[in-house]
């Protein structure tokens, strides 16, 4: 390919609206343009590396039992009636309407659409485990669309679905697909971590996300680089410290305290001179219209998610304002455990013998020496708080560290979520139909071109991995109005590509410098001078993008066999 045929408009400044590296990158190389808010355009330095990522994946998707189909993307209603998410998804899917009236949606997933194709056939369990997928585009109206590829409104993706006869089988299936995902984000270059993710409402027994370290990612996790283990906040866990009880008769008697106009717990903390640690927070909160009196130390936060699993609550809320004074006659500042009127949860990390100090329950006063165990007690003891940074590892103890990530993959068991209301069932050994018990696996395509752009980059531009270059070489002659210098590139050129190498030639008249940046900011991995040191030596001067400084010279007659050996061996 010629450089100047290259439709990749290049933009010498920083677009104002792109909100992360990889999305004003992707601009600026000419990898992409935006039609709307959340939908692009592939040019085709961007299709190229798109196709790349898509190969790696099906290679490896091939190679672990799965099979490609492909599905629909305008698709009609009745599975997703039968499965309530016709409604469940709300404003976020794209619906419309046919000349007959009958009602299709933009499908934003397929797993109603896979369930009812393998549904409307009759299966032996000889024929089980079976795994389909296929890559194709996926629409959601998201309210904010953000970050470029990362949360767009169409985009595209890789979605598996995998069909078993039990429970024990899925593991199976869920391990080879695991595996595949490892060598998949591998392949194309990313430094990512596999977290154990809440399945929320799909249900199931486990799930996984496949996160890529980045400043602005919107997932959070804790990890911990002892043992490996890896969680998302939402589900994350801390050891707690141990609590012994304390004989009661040694403890110190309650005390109240005037803290007149002290509300907050930084407020209590500074007017008493205690540690935040030592205070308990204690917050009213409504779940499933039933009220909670919870109960955590000052310097812990609610998690919402964990609460509601404990109180097996659909959904909830913090009581306003207005509902603490109605419900407990206080103000929110002097809210405390003491005789509540319903039932109490205690975080975990609250101990049994330290003297804690609470709110009254009356305006303007706390109470100190409060234990826990001796003046409060808990309906429910559990693990409500979210993780910090510093917490213990709940497997081996060591320090959790806490970082966002942009979640390229995300692998769930979903039982028998789908095939009981679409009626897909296999014929078992004694003759009976059972639903199937499914999987489903999931790769963001463009999530993760952009997740290797946020990890491969410098100031200069996109470094990319070999495996996912648009081009893997591209030679750069210097000079092309000297008929030397021009003669000698393109015989590398083609010498390149007879070789089977993805090569490009900078055949524009531009200055020295100007092709230096743009061979930068479109970040191929191997650059190829011929220029001065060509016309005096006869060698070609050859750079890594990834390690500018490394030059090397290498004469024309061994150029093609030193540069494919190059693009084999450096990743
Ligand atoms: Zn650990």
Redo the contacts with the bound molecule.
């Keep these: 390919m010629y450089l100047s045929k290259v439709f990749a408009p290049r933009l010498r400044e920083v677009p104002q609206d792109a909100d992360t590296i990889s999305g004003q990158l992707m601009l600026r190389a000419g990898l992409l343009r935006k039609s709307a808010s959340g939908i692009y355009t592939y040019l085709n330095l961007g299709l190229r590396v798109k196709q790349r990522i898509e190969e790696i994946v099906r290679q490896e998707m091939d190679n672990h039992g799965a099979q490609e189909i492909l599905m629909p993307l305008l698709m009609p209603s009745e599975p997703w009636q039968a499965t309530g998410r016709w409604d469940l998804y709300g404003d976020e899917m794209f619906k419309l309407t046919d000349r007959k009236g009958r009602s299709f949606c933009l499908g934003p997933t397929h797993e109603e659409l896979v369930t009812s194709v393998v549904g409307g056939e009759r299966h032996s369990y000889k024929e089980l485990p079976f795994n389909l997928y296929h890559i194709t585009n996926k629409y959601r109206d998201e309210i904010r669309p953000r970050y470029g590829l990362i949360r767009s409104r169409e985009f595209t993706m890789m979605d598996a679905y995998s069909f078993d006869r039990n429970e024990a089988s899925v593991e199976v299936s869920y391990a080879l697909m695991f595996e595949a995902y490892n060598n998949i984000f591998r392949r194309v270059g990313l430094t990512f971590r596999p977290i154990q993710a809440d399945s929320g409402a799909i249900g199931g027994s486990s799930s996984h996300e496949f996160t890529v370290q980045a400043e602005n990612g919107e997932c959070a996790y804790a990890a911990?680089d002892?043992?490996?283990?890896a969680a998302n906040l939402e589900l994350s866990k801390a050891r707690p410290t141990t609590t012994p009880d304390t004989a009661a008769g040694s403890l110190p008697e309650l005390e109240s305290v005037a803290t007149p106009g002290i509300h907050s717990i930084d407020e209590v903390a500074g007017f008493l001179a205690i540690d935040s640690c030592t205070i308990l927070k204690s917050i009213l909160y409504v779940a499933d219209d039933k009220p909670w009196l919870l109960v955590l130390r000052g310097d812990d936060d609610i998690n919402e998610v964990k609460l509601l699993k404990a109180v097996q609550a659909r959904d909830g809320r913090l009581a306003t304002d207005e509902e603490v004074l109605r419900i407990l006659g206080v103000h929110p500042g002097s809210v405390g455990p003491i005789q509540a009127a319903m039932p109490v949860v205690v975080d975990e990390m609250v101990r049994r013998d330290v003297a804690y100090t609470i709110g009254a329950g009356k305006d303007d006063f706390h109470v100190r020496n409060a234990f826990f165990g001796r003046d409060f007690d808990a309906a429910i003891v559990a693990d409500i708080r979210t993780v910090r940074a510093g917490d213990l590892?709940p497997?081996?103890?060591?320090p959790l560290h806490t970082a966002t990530g942009i979640e390229v993959g995300h692998t769930f068991k979903l039982g028998t979520k789908y095939s009981v209301p679409l009626h897909a069932s296999y014929v078992d050994e004694d003759g009976s139909e059972r639903p199937y018990v499914m999987g489903c696996y999931g790769i963001g395509i463009g999530r993760t071109l952009a997740a290797i752009i946020e990890q491969h980059h410098d100031e200069k531009g996109i470094i990319w991995p070999m495996s996912v270059a648009p081009f893997q070489v591209i030679v750069v002659p210097l000079n092309k109005g000297d008929d030397a210098v021009w003669h000698a590139a393109l015989e590398l050129y083609e010498g390149l590509q007879k070789a089977g190498i993805d090569v490009i030639v900078d055949d524009r008249g531009e200055s020295a410098g100007v092709k230096f940046n743009d061979a930068d900011l479109m970040g191929f991995p191997i650059q190829v001078v011929v220029g001065n040191s060509f016309l005096k030596t006869g060698n070609f001067e050859v750079t890594l993008r990834s390690s500018k400084t490394d030059k090397k010279a290498i004469t024309a007659s061994e150029a093609v066999a030193s540069i494919a050996d190059l693009v084999r061996t450096i990743e």
């Design positions: 911990c002892n043992c490996g283990y590892c497997i081996c103890g060591h």
